[in-house]
Every structure is written in structure tokens, then in C-alpha cells.
């Protein structure tokens, strides 16, 4: 965990030094969205709290946020995206971070749906599988127990080892939507990003899903349906393994604060959207 907050103040640090030029012409200019406020002007705190998939991204918008407008503050807590929307619903976070489409039980319950990035899921393997390709039937297949040997997909007679995250985790529910599966057989079930990539980097078998922005040279990501887990084919829509990333408020942004309605107007500026890009998003308009 201490390796992984390296790297990731190692992100927000190169994202600030990246945009800062822009980012303070901007705030002295007025943002490229409407209703944008002179960076003196916004001043305050809120707190954000959700997906664990969504930390890099929120730690380096904030920075940025942050160094744009001097007077304020935004802390983020990471604990699932379910946890999240409860957050907001009790008044202790201003900000869900959820990692998928919201239910309409949550938007029932006031909560509004922000789409401010678009993720790629990544499914990732140990460095040594023989394996680079799946079909969606055969990840579908792994994940049911209905394919339980690495050999049955063109690998090596080794037993897979099924990765996942808990049941209030967006990312699980977002890769079970996608994959249309009611029914899984996981032999782990883990709480956050970071220890998936951990485990599938340990165990030779091991198989999971992570944020497509997380991937690093400890585990291998595969290709699904032949097609690569990249920014562009997520664009172009061939990589079938894709969700929003939410914001969501309690009302609408106009009834939040100044601050928070800063904030997002900043994700929608040129500034805002190069750092999203930066820790290997898709900017939404």
C-alpha cells in the first residue's frame, strides 16, 4: 500500500506540473465552461468519498483542483462505491465516487448522476500465463466455474484461480452487468483495487479485473475478443469492458455549493480534462 500512494502522489505531482501554466491562466481568464469563477473567488472544503478504482484519478484532479484555487480543500475517502452513495445520503461526504451507472434505487433516493470519465476494465493475469486472449463466453465461463484449467483456454494445466472484489465494489457490479453473469465463483474476493494487482501478480493461476488505468508491469492484462484494453479502442467502442466513472451529488450541481460547482466545472475545462486523460481516462462532453 505504501508503494501504491508513491505512485500515486508520483501522478498528481507530474499532472500539476503538466497543467499548472494552463490551469493558472485559466483561473485568472475564468474557465472554459459557463458560469466559471475567478480562483479567488471559490474558497472552502468538501469531501468526497467511493470507489477505490477512482483513486487515482480523484487524487490528481484535486491536486490539480487544488493548486488552481488556492483557498480550497477537497479530501477524498476510498471505500467502495456502494459506501459511497451512503456517504452522501448521511451527509458525511458531499461527492460519491461510483465506479458505474447508478441503480434507480439510488437516483429514487436523490442521488444525481455525474458521468465525469468513462474507465476500461481490465482482466489481468499473471506475467507467466501462456494465455493473451479470451473470449467473452470463455471470461464468462471462468468466472461461473464452468472453465476451471488453464489448458481448457489454450494455457498451461494449471487451475485458475478466480480474483474479484466484494459485492458493494462498482467495479464487480459493473463487470458482471457487462458480462451478464448472476452467479459467480470466486475464489477471492478482495476490497480494493490495489490488493487484486497484489494477488494475480503472486499466484501463477490467478485471474481479475481492475481499473484499466491501474495496470502496471506486475500482472499481464489480456486481450478480450482480440482487442487490446486501450484508451482508443474504448473510444472507438471494440473493447467491450468499459463504465462511466460517477460523481454523483445529492441534487442537481447547481443546488451544491460553489465549491463543488467549481469543481466540476474545472473537470469539464481543457485543464480538467487533460488530467483525466493523463492517468489513462476517457474524457466525457
Not at 508503494?3 to 485559466?26: D, E, I, P, S, Y
Not at 434507480?104 to 442521488?111: H, S
Not at 458482471?176 to 465463483?185: H, R, T
Not at 491501474?214 to 463504465?243: C, H, P
Request: charged share 25%; hydrophobic share 40%; net charge negative.
Amino acid at each position: 500500500m505504501k508503494k501504491k500512494n508513491v505512485v500515486l502522489a508520483a501522478v498528481a505531482a507530474a499532472v500539476v506540473t503538466m497543467v499548472a501554466g494552463c490551469g493558472n491562466q485559466a483561473a485568472s481568464n475564468g474557465s472554459q465552461g459557463s458560469g466559471s469563477q475567478a480562483a479567488g473567488s471559490v474558497k472552502g472544503s468538501f469531501t468526497m468519498a467511493g470507489s477505490t478504482s477512482m483513486e487515482k484519478m480523484a487524487r490528481a484532479t484535486n491536486e490539480v483542483f487544488m493548486n488552481t484555487y488556492p483557498g480550497t480543500n477537497v479530501t477524498a475517502e476510498f471505500i467502495g462505491s456502494g459506501a459511497g452513495i451512503e456517504s452522501v445520503l448521511s451527509g458525511s461526504a458531499k461527492v460519491a465516487n461510483v465506479s458505474r451507472n447508478l441503480t434507480d434505487e439510488e437516483k429514487e433516493k436523490g442521488i444525481v448522476e455525474n458521468i465525469v470519465a468513462i474507465d476500461g476494465i481490465g482482466v489481468v493475469v499473471n506475467p507467466s500465463n501462456e494465455v493473451d486472449d479470451l473470449t467473452k463466453e470463455q471470461l464468462a465461463d471462468i468466472y461461473t466455474g464452468e472453465i476451471k484449467n488453464w489448458s481448457e483456454v489454450g494455457g498451461s494445466d494449471e487451475p485458475i484461480v478466480v480474483i474479484g472484489r466484494e459485492a458493494s465494489s462498482g467495479t464487480r457490479e459493473a463487470f458482471e452487468d457487462i458480462l451478464e453473469l448472476e452467479d459467480c465463483s470466486y475464489s477471492n474476493e478482495l476490497d480494493n483495487t490495489g490488493a487484486v494487482i497484489a494477488k494475480v501478480s503472486a499466484v501463477k493461476g490467478a485471474i481479475g479485473y481492475v481499473s484499466l488505468d491501474v495496470i502496471d508491469d506486475s500482472v499481464k492484462a489480456l486481450k478480450m475478443d482480440g482487442v487490446e484494453a486501450t484508451a482508443e479502442n474504448i473510444k472507438n467502442g471494440t473493447y467491450f469492458l468499459q463504465r462511466p466513472f460517477v460523481m454523483g451529488t445529492k441534487g442537481e450541481i447547481e443546488e451544491q455549493e460553489d465549491i463543488i460547482q467549481a469543481y466540476f466545472e474545472f473537470l469539464k475545462s481543457d485543464e480538467g480534462k487533460a488530467v483525466i486523460e493523463q492517468v489513462g481516462l476517457i474524457t466525457v462532453d
